[in-house]
């Protein structure tokens, strides 16, 4: 069995991926080892394997005894250990949840349901590097990717709705404490059906307002607003949120040389860890929109073609929905005013599943499969 290393598994992603592997029986098939950047030599909390003590993740010699290492400890640590690591000689797996490889020429962004011939290139030719993607784009892709794989998109433009988790678990934290902070400040108003919409109105923005709102994250509120920025600025007006759509889309889909241009706004909003996203589409040519559902349906098998009806998009085709599932819905489909090559379409799926931890935990698979 491979000797794998585990770091930042006490995170959100992390958590989520050891769930993940848990549910999946996945540590059946490799001798695990935990590592900490903080707590090494403590006892493993964690029912698994030989329950040995907590790693030095700082620990080179113990690093390069590993097979494969996953890192879901962020960029700062990858830049640090990584480059000293493969300096020692180590040629092991190196899979990261993290941005910091991801354009690097020898890494390989990981969403098998959608580039599953690229991954298993990569692996044919010595690629060593594997990288879960940016989380919305990776769950565009798993909602509208089968027009993609079909080379069928001339080009796209996506609006996304991004929510709490793809900034941290503090962050998460911090709009259930402004959401709190709201309700208590107009508590005894919504107590009382005959008090003014107006008044109560007034006190929350008030409340927004007043220098004790808690801002420690985001520095901006967030309950009741919505923050049309995500990420730093990268010198062209996108943020580099933004630039990483037609960037990692294009690498995922092995289509650098022959790239699809992709575009849009990234937004942060109120929902805790869904990112949602309205998507235009120009396609190469008029497909027929009942070809176009079955073309999505067969994207994987966890993508939920939801009928572009009222009921049905309310009910299905939302962060509240999806959230805690491995669903990634897409609805609101529909030819648009333009012509009959304009698609609009919506797609809503969990961050923390597909945008993040799944990807890492099926490339792992694909390792032992490969190595076996």
Not at 129 to 155: A, Q, R, Y
Not at 339 to 354: I, P
């Amino acid at each position: 069995m491979l000797k794998t290393g585990l770091i930042g598994w006490r995170g959100m992603v992390g958590s989520v991926l050891i769930e993940r592997m848990l549910s999946e029986n996945n540590f059946r098939l490799i001798h695990p080892y935990f590592f900490s950047t903080s707590q090494a030599g403590s006892p493993n909390p964690l029912d698994i394997s030989d329950r040995q003590p907590l790693m030095d993740a700082f620990d080179l010699s113990c690093l390069r005894g590993m097979d494969v290492i996953i890192s879901c400890q962020g960029s700062g640590y990858t830049k640090q250990v990584y480059p000293e690591l493969r300096g020692l000689g180590w040629a092991g797996y190196w899979i990261d949840a993290a941005s910091a490889l991801r354009s690097n020429n020898d890494a390989i962004i990981v969403l098998d349901p959608i580039n599953r011939s690229v991954i298993d290139g990569g692996l044919e030719s010595g690629i060593k590097n594997f990288i879960g993607g940016n989380c919305t784009v990776s769950l565009m892709l798993m909602g509208l990717g089968g027009l993609f794989k079909e080379d069928l998109v001339e080009w796209a433009s996506s609006m996304t709705y991004q929510a709490a988790s793809g900034a941290g678990s503090n962050n998460m934290r911090e709009l259930i404490t402004q959401m709190g902070r709201l309700e208590g400040s107009v508590s005894d108003l919504l107590n009382d059906p005959k008090s003014s919409i107006l008044e109560i109105d007034r006190l929350t923005r008030e409340c927004v307002a007043s220098d004790t709102f808690p801002m420690t994250e985001w520095n901006q509120p967030l309950a009741g607003n919505l923050l049309p920025w995500i990420d730093s600025e990268v010198g062209n007006g996108q943020s580099r949120e933004e630039y990483k759509n037609q960037a990692e889309t294009n690498k995922i889909l092995g289509r650098c040389n022959n790239p699809i241009a992709l575009d849009g706004l990234c937004v942060r909003v109120g929902a805790m860890r869904s990112h949602s996203q309205a998507v235009t589409l120009k396609l190469r040519q008029d497909v027929p929109l009942d070809d176009v559902h079955v073309i999505l349906a067969n994207t994987s098998v966890w993508t939920r073609v939801v009928q572009n009806k009222k009921d049905a998009s309310l009910a299905e085709l939302t962060p509240a929905a999806v959230s805690g599932t491995l669903q990634v819905a897409v609805g609101r489909l529909r030819k648009m005013n333009m012509g009959g090559q304009y698609l609009s379409a919506f797609t809503v799926g969990d961050q923390l599943l597909w945008g993040a931890a799944e990807p890492l935990r099926r490339i792992l698979e694909i390792i032992i499969e490969f190595e076996s």
